[in-house]
Nanobody, 117 residues
Framework: QVRLVESGGGLVEPGGSLRLSCVGS????????MYWYRQVPGKEREKVAL?????????EYANSVKGRFAISRDNAKNTVYLQMNNLEPEDTAVYYC?????????WGQGTQVTVSS
């Protein structure tokens, strides 16, 4: 079955960097658009970035992260990354990987990112 597993979260000081990873299995990874979302308790889940399938030549970012975050993919490793630079306390959230298959959406379990001094 489809499975997404995120990793790479943690505690970082403002201005620091983290790289999140999401490994997918159970589906043809290179054929799927991949997304990163984040959620703060009490708020709706927010789309952070997406990357197109195959070569990943098309990317989108939320305005709040443009210029600081970069999404990429390595189809040979079935992995999508989110490089996060110049992190701010407002970036604190649980980060989720998402994809869809035959109209069904799939989510990972999430990884916590905390930005604090």
């Amino acid at each position: 079955q489809v499975r997404l597993v995120e990793s790479g979260g943690g505690l970082v000081e403002p201005g620091g960097s983290l790289r999140l990873s999401c490994v997918g299995s159970g589906f043809p990874f290179n054929q799927n658009v991949m997304y990163w979302y984040r959620q703060v308790p009490g708020k709706e889940r927010e789309k952070v970035a997406l990357i197109s399938n195959a070569g990943g030549g098309y990317k989108e970012y939320a305005n709040s992260v443009k210029g600081r975050f970069a999404i990429s993919r390595d189809n040979a490793k079935n992995t999508v990354y989110l490089q996060m630079n110049n992190l701010e306390p407002e970036d604190t959230a649980v980060y989720y990987c998402r994809t869809t298959r035959s109209g069904v959406e799939y989510w990972g379990q999430g990884t916590q990112v905390t930005v604090s001094s």
